[in-house]
């Protein structure tokens, strides 16, 4: 497991290997600087007629997501994810509610780190080839907005 997912508190109910690494890639690459992250999304980890949230916009489909992290570093210089706790609602372990915290550093020198929330859906859960169906973030996006504002005068 990466470091994302090595202190993992995983359901009570089994959760696949494959799914266990589909999550921790997922989260890697999130934390991933890179040009072709969008691309290794579209085709790694998300379905081609998947739904996925970031920065508070819906990605629809292969396309939307490849393009989804094109200002993902746009005032972000550091990001890292971890998933603290995992939940799921099927003994298959395909509709699940992570915990997690996340650490960001931003390009005006402010950082900060903070808790959310997120539900992942899992086409293939038990299979070879699990990958994601949708993914959607619950987080306070306060601390985010004070973080970049400019400073008071």
Do not use: C
């Not at 086409?123 to 699990?130: C, I, K, M, R």
């Amino acid at each position: 497991m990466a470091y994302n997912t090595e202190d993992t508190d995983w359901s009570e109910f089994e959760i696949s290997a494959k799914s266990k690494d589909l999550i921790s890639r997922f989260f890697q690459l999130l934390d991933t600087e890179s040009d072709d992250v969008g691309d290794k999304l579209a085709e790694e980890i998300f379905t081609s007629d998947a739904k996925a949230e970031f920065g508070g916009k819906f990605f629809m489909g292969k396309e939307e997501i490849r393009k989804s992290r094109e200002n993902a570093w746009k005032v972000i210089d550091k990001r890292r994810h971890k998933v603290v706790k995992v939940f799921t609602s099927t003994a298959e372990g395909q509709d699940l509610l992570i915990i997690g915290h996340v650490e960001m550093g931003f390009r005006n020198g402010n950082s900060l780190q903070g808790e959310f929330a997120g539900r992942l859906i899992i086409d293939g859960a038990t299979g070879d080839s699990p990958k994601l169906t949708h993914y959607q973030v619950y987080a306070d996006t306060a601390p985010i907005a004070r973080a970049l504002a400019p400073p008071k005068s």
